[in-house]
């Protein structure tokens, strides 16, 4: 019998959607408080919810061998003061929707001047300034696992160019290029001609601050910088230089370094920066219940769960 | 010994183009001013531009045997005053990809809530309301013709159910289902449920008026209605009536009865009206000018022309 602790805002839909699945053998715990978890602790062999939560427990789930995120970015739980002699994976494969949907929502806004075209239409203004279009241009992308993959897709549905870094995988056939090896040595050939920059790289030691300095001073004038990934991987005030220069046209921003953005935030009164706190991808329980559903059952047959993350890689 | 008038406002473009193609046993003469080319009219056995201007001069083009509209709509050519004794062609083909960008962008900018998030950002407000999403919801073509089409392609990558009007045709596998026969008796059925009405329909004596008050009351209350189309499809007083009354969502309208649509018209005062100003889908010399030397290409060989325009059926 396993007893599986579900920690979450969202506790009872994800117990519910579980329960629905008449998965056998387990014993389910769910709460949206990580202190009501804590006190029954170490009676949990499995553990499955949201990695800011539950890394408030994690020292007193000593039985845990096994824990499922609801999130793709499990950084609080990759904390070397915490233990990591447990499997953890998290949620992967159900966010490249979401963001293709956002990162193309503001991409096709800024090809069909939708800004603008508002602007006229307030001042009540026939405005046939004609559109930009996507096809020919060049979207690079930071990363390219499922996430990246979609946009990918996406970007030659719309007859753009894909250049892609990685850290060494070449597994979309949708990416027309791919760059590997420190960015201070492929940055530059990644980054030049590139109409739009995604950032949908983890949040790592080694990603920290990756989009720098030298990496937007290689993007031409017309580049927009969009991030829909983690905040931690933007030298936000390079970023902000950059903008305010305008060594780049804009930024559309859905992660920073500090959440929610301070308010005294230079990024709130730049005209050239789109704000959109934190909403680009949500983890929706009917989307990720199914991965603990899933895994579940590898982990009853025995088998290696889907989306294990390496603690020292970071994701 | 082939005499080709070319009349448009993009004529030394389009000269140009058709130079660089080295057509044999041609003569080209361009311009933008019809009454230029009115003064030599009789001399020309072919002609290439834009209904509006050669309309004015199709009486005087008493040779001419081919004409190749630069734009989709020829509905200036159709008056039934003017003769009919030669062969129309027009664009066709070449304005699926933009359609799809200027549609697409309104669609997911309504489901991103693009605008929503830049009145937050304007007001310095941190706003985590989620985004609705694309997939699932259901997306009414009226007419799948190449453009239709190309709807209904990106509508699919975007995981959206689709329902299309045609008078016959059944082309696209990207639509789930189509309707036929008179709206009066399959509008009710093709409305239901939809969450996106766009209207892609040529301007003909049969579709004038056909999104009516009838049409309109058969959508949900959520459907936002769509036209990149052409104006005289829609009847401009129902429809401004179902978004004062809040029988339907919002609407997205790049074309009019009238244009430029005039000051004083209420669909410039309607919070729940977007207006684009005739700018959708542009007639590009690079995309139009090979359609011409195509067909030119074709009528050397003795071979049926692309893109014939019926002048009863009027497209």
Same sequence: chains 1, 2.
Avoid at 11 to 23: C, G, K, V, W
Wanted: aromatic share 8%; hydrophobic share 45%.
């Amino acid at each position: 019998m396993h007893t599986l602790l579900i920690l979450s805002r969202r506790a009872s839909d994800y117990h519910a959607l579980i329960e629905s699945a008449h998965l056998p053998d387990v014993a389910i715990t769910s709460t949206t408080d990580p202190a009501e978890a804590a006190a029954r602790a170490a009676s949990f062999d499995l553990a499955f919810g949201e990695p800011a939560l539950l890394r408030q427990v994690m020292p007193a789930l000593t039985a845990v061998r096994w824990v499922q995120s609801t999130w793709a970015g499990v950084e609080p739980l990759l904390d070397p003061a915490l233990r990591r002699d447990y499997i953890l994976t998290n949620a992967r494969g159900v966010f490249g929707a979401q963001m293709s949907e956002y990162v193309f929502a503001y991409l096709l806004a800024r090809e069909r001047k939708i800004f603008e075209k508002q602007a006229s239409q307030a001042a009540g203004r026939w405005d046939p300034s004609p559109a930009t279009r996507p096809c020919g241009k060049q979207l690079g992308l930071l990363g390219v696992g499922t996430i990246g993959a979609a946009l990918a897709r996406t970007a030659k549905h719309f007859g753009m160019r894909v250049k892609g870094y990685t850290r060494a995988s070449e597994d979309s056939a949708d990416v027309d290029e791919y760059f590997h090896g420190p960015l201070a040595d492929v940055g530059a050939a990644f980054a030049s001609e590139l109409d739009y920059l995604v950032c949908v790289m983890p949040d790592t030691a080694a990603t920290h601050h990756l989009v720098n300095e030298a990496l937007l001073r290689a993007l031409p004038p017309r580049a927009v910088f969009i991030n829909p990934g983690r905040g931690g991987v933007v030298d936000e005030s390079a970023l902000a230089t950059a903008l305010q220069d305008g060594r780049i046209a804009g930024a559309v921003l859905d992660v920073f370094e500090t959440e929610p953005l301070p308010s005294d935030h230079v990024f709130w009164r730049m005209p050239n920066v789109v704000i959109t706190s934190h909403t680009a991808a949500l983890s929706v329980p009917s989307d990720i219940a199914p991965l603990f559903i899933d895994n579940y059952r590898r982990l009853r047959r025995g088998e290696p769960l889907q989306y294990r993350v390496d603690f020292e890689r970071g994701y």
